[in-house]
């Protein structure tokens, strides 16, 4: 059995994805062994509870020091013995001491076609403001795999999405996500198969 932790730091509409991809058998031999937010008010610990799966907060409130922090998540990811770390919407930077101890097993999903809208400063709705502002006629989402670089890791899956006349931010982000859902579930499963964790 794979042991998953997801990283949150928001609504978690991304971890109810691969709770209920588990839950229906689509993700197999797998589970989430624990949820860890960055922020105490996330409603992605609701959504782990209700799953009864183990919600953690670790924050810049209770671990100010990075170093602490880093820690903290380090102790926390032995503690479950966690094969694969998902960043699902978890807006902080990790450490460049956990992204080697977890080298090529820790990925996160980012609302565009990386390398295009990424990097420093690129989240969120700022994303989707920044492709319509571009005037682009496409956009999508990228899995990729975590390195010391802010979105600049391994790319595992891409999908196109297009942009619409008349899209806003809003309107954009929300056609974006259902795809972010969907090659979310599909990288997890790729890795899982193949065991391409870091070579574990």
Do not use: W
């Amino acid at each position: 059995m794979q042991k998953i932790t997801v990283l949150v730091s928001g609504g978690g509409t991304n971890l109810q994805a691969i709770i209920d991809a588990i839950t229906c058998g689509e993700i197999k031999n797998a589970k989430i062994v624990q949820v860890i937010s960055s922020n105490s008010k996330a409603f992605s610990l609701e959504r782990a509870r209700k799953h009864g799966i183990a919600a953690k907060v670790i924050d810049k409130e209770t671990y100010p020091d990075l170093n602490d922090r880093t820690d903290a998540l380090i102790f926390a990811l032995k503690e479950e013995d966690t094969d694969l770390v998902v960043l699902a919407g978890y807006m902080s930077v990790l450490d460049a001491k956990l992204i080697q101890a977890y080298e090529g097993r820790i990925i996160n999903i980012h609302p565009s076609l990386i390398p295009k809208f990424c990097g420093k400063g690129f989240y969120g709705k700022r994303v989707h403001q920044a492709v319509l502002d571009a005037g682009e006629t496409q956009t999508g989402a990228t899995v990729h795999f975590v390195d010391e670089g802010v979105d600049t890791g391994e790319v595992i899956l891409q999908e196109s999405v297009p942009v619409l006349n008349g899209d806003t931010a809003d309107i954009l982000a929300a056609r974006v996500l259902i795809t972010e859902h969907k090659i979310l579930i599909k990288a997890i499963k790729k890795l899982l198969e193949e065991k391409n964790l870091g070579g574990k």
